[in-house]
Every structure is written in structure tokens, then in C-alpha cells.
């Protein structure tokens, strides 16, 4: 019998019951038995031995409890249509998994907060360029440099920060990620605001029209229009592939 069901931690289970074989074996048991003790050359003599077979496998259900197991229910792998796209859902869910095992790992209070937020920061990232496929290009070197090398440093500290040792090459080490980290979560944050470089662009031409129109039919002073005018725009620096250029 399998149940379907969901543990706390909202992942898909299944309940499976393993029947207890012992009421069968009990009953085998009780036939040979009553084969030996007594004999088996009429009816009645089948039906007493069928009874007493039944009695016992009765008594050995009782005592004998079924044994539950939960298993989880794999998920089913998430298509889109787009293999590119699969892969960079795939690919950043993994990622998310490894740093919160990551966080879990490491006891530095500073560092887990800043992993925390690379945490958020990445989750943002993917659910955005899922829900716009047409972005996908300008996290191309985020998906191939900058995560998993953040990874690898994370990796890499919590290793030695487990060896209960100070030395030249751990502490050092352990330092330069520590020092790190700041620069990793602003080059995260600029990652995702980068994505949202189009949208202020149009959000832009739509504020500079709309005031162009409220000052044209004189619903708006035309000094809000110059001063609107005269401030400069600026678009954070893009690389090759269309995403920002980080430095880590």
C-alpha cells in the first residue's frame, strides 16, 4: 500500500507498508505440525488443520506489525524547451544546494551571513532570467566563472576551516576568502541589477514622454521638463555576452 504525503520540510513523500511475512510462516508452520501430529487422510481432518492454520496466522498478525518506511518522491526534471534554459535551472539549483550545505557547514558568523546573501541574490538571478529566457545570454559568464569559482573559494574554507590547525597557507588563506566576500556579494548584487538594465531604459523614455505630454498640454511647469532633461543616464558597463562586468 502506498500513501501519498508531505514531510515538513515540504518535500514529496510516500509512505510505503511492508507487510510482515510472519502470519504466512506461522501458518506453514501449523501445517506441517499438524501433519505430523495428527492425521490428514479425510475432510474434517483438512478443515481442522485449515483452521488451526488460520488461528495462529491470526495471532502472528497481531504481534507481527506491518513495518512504514517514507521515501522521498524524486522530482521529475523541469523542461522548458529551451535545453540552454534546463540547464541554467539545473545547473543554479545545484548551486543553491551546495552553498546552503556550504552555510550550514561554516561557523563564522560574518561568512554565513554574506553566503545568506548570495543565497537570495542567485535565487533572484534564476527565477528573473526564467521567467525572461531572453536574458540568458548576459549571465552566461556568471553561470561559468563567476559561481562556480565563488563555490570553489567557499569549498575551500570550509575544508580548512575543519582542520583545527593555524598555518601560514590555512590562515592565509582563510583571510583572502574572508577579505574576499564583500567584493563576491556586490558583484552578485550588480549581476542581477544589470538585468534590469533594459526595463530602466524603457522606464526612462516612458517618464521623459509622459512629461513631455503633461508639459505640452500644460498640465506640468516646463523647468520639471528642463531639469529632467539635464540629468545624465547612465548604463552599467556591459561585457562581451551582454552581462555586467564583474570583478571578483
Same mark, same amino acid.
Given at each position: 500500500?502506498?500513501?501519498? !504525503?508531505?514531510? &515538513?520540510? !515540504? ?7 511492508? /507487510? ?23 475432510? !474434517? ?6 483452521? *488451526?492454520?488460520? =488461528?495462529?496466522?491470526?495471532? *502472528? ?25 534546463? /540547464? ?6 545545484? *548551486? ?32 528573473? =532570467?526564467?521567467?525572461?529566457?531572453? /536574458? ?19 569549498? *575551500? ?27 563576491? =556579494?556586490?558583484?552578485?548584487? /550588480? ?23 503633461? =508639459?505640452?498640454?500644460?498640465? &506640468? ?28
Amino acid at each position: 500500500m502506498i500513501d501519498q !504525503g508531505l514531510e &515538513a520540510t !515540504g518535500l514529496k513523500t510516500k509512505t510505503i507498508v511492508h /507487510k510482515s511475512a510472519a502470519p504466512i510462516y506461522a501458518a506453514a508452520v501449523t501445517w506441517v505440525l499438524y501433519a505430523l501430529l495428527f492425521p490428514l487422510y479425510q475432510v !474434517g481432518h483438512f478443515l481442522l488443520a485449515a483452521a *488451526a492454520a488460520a =488461528v495462529v496466522a491470526l495471532i *502472528a498478525r497481531i504481534f507481527c506489525k506491518d513495518v512504514t518506511e517514507e521515501v522521498e518522491i524524486p522530482e521529475e526534471p523541469v523542461t522548458t524547451g529551451n535545453p540552454e534554459l534546463d /540547464k541554467m535551472i539545473a545547473d543554479g539549483n545545484g *548551486a543553491i544546494q551546495t552553498m546552503r550545505a556550504l552555510n550550514d557547514s561554516i561557523q563564522d558568523e560574518t561568512i554565513s551571513a554574506q553566503i545568506d546573501r548570495l543565497e537570495e541574490v542567485s535565487s533572484r538571478i534564476f527565477q528573473y =532570467v526564467k521567467d525572461n529566457p531572453a /536574458k540568458l545570454p548576459q549571465i552566461r559568464k556568471f553561470m561559468s566563472y563567476y559561481l562556480p569559482t565563488t563555490i570553489k573559494l567557499l569549498t *575551500a574554507y570550509d575544508q580548512m576551516s575543519r582542520q583545527g590547525v593555524s598555518g601560514e597557507n590555512i590562515t592565509g588563506t582563510m583571510e583572502k576568502v574572508e577579505g574576499m566576500m564583500s567584493s563576491i =556579494v556586490q558583484a552578485f548584487e /550588480k549581476q542581477l541589477d544589470s538585468l534590469f538594465g533594459d526595463e530602466a531604459m524603457d522606464i526612462s523614455t516612458d517618464i521623459t514622454v509622459l512629461e513631455n505630454m503633461m =508639459v505640452r498640454e500644460g498640465l &506640468a511647469a516646463d523647468d520639471l521638463h528642463r531639469t529632467a532633461q539635464s540629468e545624465p543616464q547612465t548604463q552599467p558597463p556591459q561585457d562581451a555576452d551582454g552581462g555586467i562586468t564583474l570583478e571578483l
